[in-house]
């Protein structure tokens, strides 16, 4: 009898936003994230497009969406 072959389903790339096209990420056999973008581009893509529930009260959280702080402008 012949064995039959296992297939294994290929591993599809999820959609992403445009802008983080590429981005793959892993944790290595040491623990270690291994990212292939910066992380303080991922953090600035995160502040503009996510809202954190923690910062909704504050009166500056348009200046971080922005990427600019009161402390920059003066």
């Known amino acids: ?6 297939t294994k ?3 599809k ?5 445009k802008e ?6 892993r944790i290595d056999s040491f623990g270690e994230i291994q990212s292939s973008f910066n992380i303080d581009k991922i953090n600035e893509f995160l502040n503009r497009n996510v809202e954190d529930k923690k910062l909704a009260n504050r009166e ?3 200046e971080i969406k922005k990427g ?4 920059e402008e003066e």
Do not use: R
């Open 13 to 17: 790339k999820p959609s992403v936003n």
């Open 1 to 6: 009898m012949k064995k039959k072959k296992s």
């Open 20 to 25: 983080l096209e590429g981005f793959d990420i």
């Open 60 to 62: 500056d959280i348009d």
């Open 9 to 11: 389903p290929e591993k």
């Open 68 to 71: 600019t702080s009161k402390d």
